[in-house]
């Protein structure tokens, strides 16, 4: 967990995704989205309710599998059928609900399904790793062995966010991290985040919240419809352009080609949500 | 196993800069602040058998004599082993109704096959405990398979576990176990002999105080805040005392038997497991929140199906015990109130029925609190039917103070 690949600088993406599409039943909650993710960069994926975003956080987990698509993984071609695959491969997930144990402390919750220890639990191994673990991503806790239940909702993502980083993952999936917080807690968690970056985990954020994306985003992929609608650099776009390619507003080449091919599938897709 | 509750420093050289043991009284602060929010833990149970001994003894003096505790505890043995299973289902926020059956059903196997089948002793007993074990896992099947409430599965057991008790029973309907046999006189005659319970005692603690400072040295070289050692050795100090004087005043009388020694062995067993193994961990972690526990890579299926195997095991251990105790399996082994005392056990003991909290020692603590009311209301010569109103009182009450815990802790920010 401590031997941290630090940002490397070439353009080698850890994870591509190309032409996926995701169908449940006859709705298309995907179509042919592509996506790269680099180390050292935090991703943000924005769009609208039902533009595929949670869809393509379940596709990169594992949980569901794409129904068309390749996803390469440092160039080789993979699949994510299971979430044991996502997992094996070094992504790792915290979904918005953050899926604690409540009654079990932090330590329990960080090293669940992956216990330390040969017969017994090696609980001083496992309360030092916590410890080592927290005090790199410089987190608040006020104690690593008091049920996750008495913590507030930013220390509730920190724990879920540290216990995605057992076993050192290279891509770590964000969904909605700062949605149910305060401003307070919004900022624990960004920061948080940018630690990750340093770390050079490669990191996906998806949001709603155009000023937490703004404030940590390197690069920002915005879906519309289950399909891209533009790939921004965050330094040089403004806020509106965001808006406007969420909003299907903008006039560039992705989004006529999207309004061309799908203009009639528009109305009924926006009262899906994905 | 508690730990210390405070922060370790967060420089690089923590063991440099460590602050001295934490003391008694921050671990008296921590204990006070722990009971406020709500987690009260073994202390209601405790507190409410302090009262049950104290009004039975004043109203009858022979309550607390050595002769009457002896037999309390031997009373608690085949019952406890049951609700020690019954433990570990409702950790799992599941039920099992039909433990009281599935003891019969071991009962009649053991006396079937033992007696009149006269298989060797070893395995009249494997067989009724593999009749139990298989039920369990047919349950977890169930269970897991159709996704059918444990409670309905668990109903239709008690019914046709109860049949097929029946059956095996045959024609007689009651089979006596020969007295000289080996397990009856293991549950009625066979006693710890004075010394060796004196060498348990201090066996005991040694172990207990030896393995805490043992673990309070590897967190100082660990650079995490260690238990206080003072309050170590004087818990340690309490339990000699304590483990003495009690095996010094049973052994006043016939003294310890092996068969409640078995269950305490079970109880320490069964905590082990839940405290120190991933099976145990992932058992509370498929209570507090299963869907967690599944996406944290616990097989969630196998979780199950094990919990019911091992607790329908030490149901039919629980009326193999029984059986030998009264040297007899018949048509109402297991039966009456067996079942719902056992659950009463585990419930008054301090599991919850909401999953999740509990410990071994639940099932220790709960029917030593039912058979003392039980054995209570016997030396006051009042019938069953003012026994089974007080015991329904009991539940009860102990149903509230889990409840209002609950919503205190909810208050206070804890599960």
């Known amino acids: ?274 | 196993m508690s730990t210390s509750d405070t922060q370790p420093p967060t420089n690089n050289t923590p063991a440099v800069e460590l602050p001295p043991a934490s003391g008694l009284a921050e671990s008296w602060a921590a204990f006070r602040s722990r009971v406020r929010g709500g987690d009260l833990g073994a202390i209601p149970v405790v507190v409410g058998l302090a009262l049950i001994w104290t009004i039975f003894q004043i109203l009858n003096p022979t309550f607390l004599s050595s002769a009457n505790l002896v037999n309390l505890a031997m009373q608690s043995a085949a019952l406890g082993t049951i609700a020690l299973g019954v433990v570990l289902v409702l950790l799992l926020a599941q039920i099992d109704l039909s433990v009281g059956s599935l003891s019969g059903l071991a009962a009649a196997i053991l006396a079937v096959t033992f007696t009149q089948l006269n298989w060797p002793l070893p395995f009249a007993i494997l067989a009724a405990l593999a009749a139990g074990a298989l039920f369990g896992w047919f349950y977890g099947f169930l269970l897991t398979r159709f996704g059918v409430p444990s409670f309905v599965i668990t109903l239709a057991g008690l019914l046709g576990v109860l049949g097929l008790q029946l059956w095996v029973l045959g024609k007689l309907g009651s089979i006596n176990i020969p007295f000289d046999s080996g397990i009856v006189q293991f549950a009625q005659l066979m006693f710890l002999p004075a010394w060796l319970s004196y060498v348990l005692a201090g066996l005991a603690t040694l172990a207990y105080v030896g393995t805490h400072l043992s673990l309070a040295n590897r967190r100082i070289r660990a650079g995490l805040l260690p238990e206080s050692r003072t309050a170590i050795l004087l818990r340690g100090a309490l339990m000699i005392v304590a483990l003495l004087f009690g095996a010094w005043y049973l052994n006043t009388d016939r003294g310890i038997g092996l068969m409640f020694l078995l269950f305490v062995v079970l109880v320490m067993a069964v905590n082990f497991a839940l405290k120190r193994t991933r099976w145990g961990r992932s058992i509370y972690a498929v209570g507090g929140n299963v869907e967690a526990a599944r996406r944290a890579g616990i097989r969630v299926d196998r979780v199950y199906i094990s919990v019911f195997v091992v607790s329908a095991t030490l149901a039919a251990l629980g009326g193999i015990l029984a059986a030998s105790r009264l040297a007899a399996a018949n048509q109402s082994s297991g039966g009456g109130d067996t079942n719902l005392t056992a659950i009463a056990a585990a419930v008054i003991g301090g599991a919850s029925l909401f999953g999740g909290r509990g410990s071994a020692w639940s099932a220790l603590l709960g029917i030593v609190v039912i058979q003392s009311i039980s054995s209570g209301l016997t030396l006051l010569s009042l019938d069953s039917s003012v026994r089974y109103m007080v015991t329904g009182a009991v539940l009860l009450l102990a149903v509230i103070i889990d409840s209002m815990s609950r919503r205190s802790r909810a208050l206070h920010g804890r599960f």
């Open chain 1, 1 to 274: 967990m401590t031997d941290v690949t630090p940002a490397t600088s070439d353009d080698e993406p850890i994870l591509s995704l190309r032409g996926i599409s995701k169908q449940f039943g006859a709705i298309e909650a995907l179509s042919d989205v592509s996506l790269d993710i680099y180390p050292g960069e935090v991703v943000a994926i924005v769009g609208d309710n039902g533009a595929g975003k949670s869809t393509l956080v379940k596709v990169l987990a594992g949980v569901h599998p794409a129904s068309s698509g390749t996803i390469s993984y440092r160039g080789d071609e993979v699949s994510l059928s299971n979430p044991t695959d996502a997992r094996d491969l070094g992504i790792a997930t915290v979904f918005q609900d953050l899926a604690l144990c409540d009654n079990l402390d932090v330590v329990s919750n960080l090293f669940l399904g992956r216990e330390l220890g040969t017969r017994a639990l090696d609980e001083v191994e496992m309360e030092q790793q916590t410890w080592a673990l927290l005090r790199q991503l410089s987190a608040k806790i006020p104690s690593v062995r008091t049920p996750v239940a008495g913590l507030s909702g930013g220390q509730r993502q920190t724990v879920a966010i540290a216990r995605s980083l057992i076993g050192n993952p290279s891509i770590v999936v964000l969904d909605e991290p700062t949605a149910a917080l305060g401003v307070a807690q919004t900022a624990e968690v960004l920061n948080l985040i940018e630690h990750l970056r340093e770390r050079g985990h490669g990191i996906v954020l998806v949001s709603h919240n155009m000023a937490d994306v703004q404030a940590v985003a390197d690069r920002v992929v915005v879906l519309r419809l289950g399909r891209n609608n533009g790939d921004f650099a965050v330094v040089d776009v403004t806020y509106e352009d965001i808006i406007a390619a969420i909003t299907g507003a903008t006039d560039n080449a992705v989004s006529r080609r999207a309004g061309l091919t799908g203009a009639t599938f528009t109305r009924i897709k926006e009262g899906l949500s994905s």
